[in-house]
């Protein structure tokens, strides 16, 4: 997330965050070596730890009782993100799972070590129900990494699970990020819920717009259609399955033919990606609407600062 959509004071506090995440992760090479591109994205201040203290600030804020919170997400976040990366989504998309003896054992290990840091920051919280929000959204990521994938065709369908599922993966952990920030802050439970609300609203904004920058020159890849070419089904190739050559664009997610990859990419940037920018822009929306429930002040204006965001870029 670029800069200047935080203000100099959260970036300050983000650094406090980040400097916790260091001290849980410098001793352990082994951590670092594996999930260090999770642990440290490059270059992109940590965005769900960043909407903990924003949702308390929309309550009564103090660092000090939210700065576990936000390092708890992030490491959570790193931690599924590591498990991630053992899941071939062309094989769960044919529901053929893998069998045999399995080779990533080390990077699952990291996974747990990572929960099990991020456990240890929940418990520092002031508030209990920090842990019952991101258990929730654990186990919600793991039942959506789990499903089937969504068809291409029938349209309605094909989006309705696309939703549900991407609303589980990625959305989850953002809404746990809100509530949990809310609850460290003493907001009520109405205002909490309605964090959630927005959450899942932005979580499912920010998620379709990678889906949108995965098609597009400005994904910072010299090789747009990455999910494509991993057999990974998106909302984008959904909408082209519906407005393009469906058959071939199925037969082309199976193919490994480089040129027929490159004539699905090609299809779904002329037809999947104009109508993902408009569900992006309905689900920014959303979330913006629902600020309006939250008490004015610094930390609504920059949550609707970052759903602005999510708008733009996926334009």
């Known amino acids: ?6 203000s100099p004071n959260l970036i300050a506090d ?16 082994a951590v670092i070596s594996i999930a260090g591109s999770h642990l440290s994205p490059p270059d992109v201040p940590r965005l769900r730890a960043a909407l903990v203290l924003l949702a308390a600030q929309t309550a009564n804020y103090h660092l000090e009782r939210v700065i576990h919170v936000a390092a708890a997400v992030e490491l959570i976040h790193a931690a599924t993100q590591t498990h991630n990366d053992l899941v071939d989504e062309a094989e769960r998309r044919r529901s053929q799972p893998r069998v045999g ?52 065709r029938p349209l309605e369908e094909g989006r309705a699970q696309h939703l549900e599922r991407i609303g ?28 959630g609300r927005f959450g899942h609203e932005l979580g499912l904004a920010l998620r379709l717009g990678d889906e949108v920058r995965d098609f597009t020159e400005r994904n910072g890849s010299t090789s747009p259609g990455a999910s494509l070419r991993a057999g990974a089904v998106t909302l984008p190739l959904i909408f082209a399955a519906s407005l393009g050559d469906s058959a071939r664009l199925v037969a082309a997610l199976d193919s490994s033919n480089a040129a027929e990859q490159r004539w699905a990419i090609d299809e779904v ?9 408009a569900e992006v822009l309905r689900c920014a929306e959303g979330a913006r609407g629902l600020l309006a429930q939250i ?3 610094p930390g609504r204006e920059a949550l609707a600062r970052v759903a602005d965001y999510a708008v733009q870029r996926a334009a």
Request: charged content about 20%.
């Open 168 to 195: 589980y993966t990625d959305a989850a952990l953002i809404v746990a990020a809100c509530k949990a920030g809310a609850a460290a802050a003493g907001a009520d439970l109405e205002q909490i819920e309605t964090l």
């Open 101 to 152: 003896p399995w080779n990533h054992g080390v990077t699952l290990m990291v996974g747990d070590y990572l929960f099990a840091l991020a456990a240890g920051e929940m418990a520092l919280s002031p508030d209990p129900r920090v842990i019952t929000f991101f258990t929730e959204a654990v186990k919600q990521i793991t039942e959506g990494v789990l499903m089937p994938a969504a068809p291409l």
């Open 1 to 6: 997330m670029r800069p200047a959509v935080f």
């Open 269 to 277: 940037r002329r037809y999947g990606l104009t109508p993902t920018r």
């Open 14 to 29: 983000l650094q406090q965050v980040e400097q916790i995440i260091h001290e849980r992760t410098r001793a352990r090479a």
């Open 295 to 297: 008490p004015p002040g």
